[in-house]
């Protein structure tokens, strides 16, 4: 059986699910930052799989701007997460609850 | 070394590399900025402790720099709209109107935050080289013509507002308030990446224009529709829409107060910008998707912010809240976009000038009075016009100004929206500006309640001492009162007599 393009897009919308849902459900805010680092990889991997049926080469292009810009957004987002766990140790996303109303 | 020989035919088969001609005085603005900004990093590093306290002025400085070009491009109107970048890159009158509103915006900002990150004994250098960061991707925002772009773009605002926000290290409060702005927006930026992916393979270019051209047929396929979903949802994220604007009260509460108005103007406004560009250039043929999404992402914004405002006790949340209906109003041309496209993005900008200018005028006051009152509850406000008149005053202008009472800017930019909307004469156009001003009337309960609070009621605590203004605090509330007269009297000018507005009510 032959490999299309459409697999790969199966694949990405399974990811990009698995992702959206784990960021609702879960409530670690490390965990809940790699369900989105695996939201944006299903962006790749659908970039990629558009890029090689249309053979075009703008979706590859696209992909290194998500990987550099998903690198900065983990350099900031680990350091707050940092930030607030050295306060609170045992934090969950539930425990944030100073501001509210 | 084999490996090098085995390229080499390859290699010499390529073209040879011709750089594309760029217009460099188109793209000044950001290069001005973007040296500018390098340049007052490095004065730092080499500087230390000894030009700390210049910080302020030189960021202030680079903000007036990049609005030299931005007004020598508008002196050059014939060579308007200027194309750079294969398409990718647009100058034309929305984007220069849009440039010189987040240079304005930035450099109040900056006249916001000096005393306070000054008196608070925060990393105040770094703080102002991040507004100039995140300032540089809302003046590429204003020109993106290219969906990659304007996902850098839109990065480049977000990322240092995410440190910003949690800028105050030591309180919890404000760590939770980046904490909890990061993930929304990078959440909000994983929907809105995907709806580009899937508008990428439908279309099979990046470009907006290209995108239209693409499918301008009647029929779109299930894929383009998901796309267009998508990056809708991620959009109005951004513009915190509802439902999607629960982390924008948190947020704005638990970040420093001057960066709290730079989200809430300067951020918000680059959302809308990325959502006007992408709806108005990407899908115009594709209103039957955007259209009914725009109607319910705006009555439900504009109704549920006001209600949600209504019961607030903290002037900052309920800013935020205002906040988030006046972004109900701004989404309503959109509603319509198909009819009346020309006036819908004409009636954006409008508002987001004067919004801009009113909302940074209120928070200019709310920083002034936390000086003396040391809280941000509404009731301490009381007594105000006792032993601060001239503050009273302005703060009396801006919220006359959000209610939407003439000559204030704020009336004109409603105008505009209902104007924008009874134009395109469609029913659902009509039911949605019946909407609006039924949340016009609701909004004016909660902002007269706090002039009554700084006109009328005594002070709680008895302190009539008189509040010291910093000459930078005072500038800020100076250009932002300027601008919501000045823009309500031009709009007065422009529309006329009175006759227009009621014949254009009755006209169904």
């Known amino acids: 059986m032959e490999v299309t393009a459409t697999w790969y897009l199966i694949l990405s919308a399974l990811l990009f699910t698995m992702g959206l849902v784990g ?65 609170r140790p045992t934090l969950t996303a539930d425990d944030l609850t100073a501001l509210r109303g | 070394m084999s490996i090098l020989a085995s390229l080499a035919p390859a290699i ?129 925002m204003t020109s993106a013509r290219d969906l990659i772009s304007i996902f850098i773009a839109l990065e480049l605002m977000s990322i240092p507002a995410y440190l910003m926000a949690a800028w105050r290290k030591s309180d919890l409060k404000s760590n939770e308030a980046g904490l909890k702005y990061m993930l929304m927006g990078v959440f909000a930026s994983g929907i809105l990446l995907y709806g580009m992916s899937l508008l990428y393979g439908a279309a099979a270019d990046t470009r907006l224009v290209e995108i239209a051209d693409a499918i301008d047929t009647g029929e779109t396929t299930p894929i383009f529709t998901l796309g267009v979903l998508f990056t809708i949802i991620g959009f109005a994220f951004k513009v915190s829409a509802v439902p ?140 105000m016009f006792r032993y601060a008149p001239g503050i009273t005053v302005a703060m009396t202008v801006f919220l006359f100004s959000l209610t939407g009472i003439p000559p204030m800017g704020g009336w004109f930019a409603k105008f505009q929206i209902f104007n924008a909307l009874l134009s395109a004469e469609t029913t659902a156009a009509t039911v949605l500006a019946i909407i609006a001003a039924v949340n016009s009337v609701i909004a004016a309960y909660y902002y007269l309640a706090i002039a009554k609070q700084m006109w009328f009621l005594p002070a709680p605590d008895g302190d009539h001492s008189p509040i010291v203004v910093p000459p930078a605090l005072m500038a800020a509330v100076a250009i932002t009162v300027i601008v919501t007269i000045a823009t309500g009297s031009v709009g007065v000018g422009l529309v006329g007599d009175a006759t227009d507005f009621v014949e254009l009510l009755a006209s169904p």
């Open chain 1, 23 to 87: 960021l609702l459900v879960r409530r670690n805010p490390l965990i809940m930052f790699m369900c989105v680092e695996l939201m944006l990889n299903a962006v790749n991997i659908s970039f990629v799989a558009f890029s090689g049926a249309l053979n075009d080469v703008a979706g590859r292009t696209a992909v290194f701007f998500v990987l550099v810009v998903a690198a900065a957004e983990v350099v900031v987002g680990l350091s707050l997460v940092v930030a607030l766990m050295r306060r």
């Open chain 2, 244 to 383: 999607f604007h629960t982390w924008a009260p948190d947020t704005y509460e638990g970040a420093p107060t001057p960066l709290t108005a730079f989200l809430a103007v300067a951020s918000k406004a680059g959302g809308f910008v990325a959502l006007v560009s992408v709806v108005l250039f990407a899908f115009p043929h594709q209103w039957e998707i955007a259209e009914p999404v725009m109607w319910i992402l705006s009555a439900l914004t504009m109704t549920v912010g006001n209600l949600i405002a209504l019961r607030q006790t903290n002037i900052v949340r309920m800013l935020a809240y205002s906040g988030i209906a006046q972004a109900g109003y701004m989404l309503a041309p959109l509603a319509v976009y198909s009819k009346v496209p020309d006036l819908a993005q004409s009636s954006i900008v409008t508002y987001l000038l004067i919004y801009a200018a009113m909302n940074l005028g209120a928070f200019a006051v709310v920083i002034i009075a936390a000086r003396k009152t040391r809280s941000g509850d509404i009731e301490s406000y009381g007594g």
């Open chain 2, 12 to 140: 010499a088969q390529t073209t040879e590399f011709v750089r594309p001609a760029i217009d460099w005085h188109a793209f000044a603005p950001e290069l001005v900025l973007l040296a500018w900004g390098a340049l007052v990093t490095v004065i730092d590093l080499i500087g230390g402790e000894r030009t700390r306290r210049f910080m302020p002025s030189l960021t202030g400085i680079g903000f007036l720099l990049a609005m030299i070009p931005v007004l020598t491009l508008w002196s050059q109107n014939d060579d308007l709209p200027r194309v750079l970048f294969d398409g990718a890159y647009m100058v034309d009158h929305y984007s220069l109107v849009l440039k010189g509103i987040f240079l304005v915006s930035a450099y109040v900002i900056v006249l916001l935050s000096s005393n306070y990150m000054a008196e608070g004994d925060y990393y105040d250098a770094e703080y102002y080289q991040l507004i100039a960061a995140s300032v540089l991707g809302m003046l590429v």
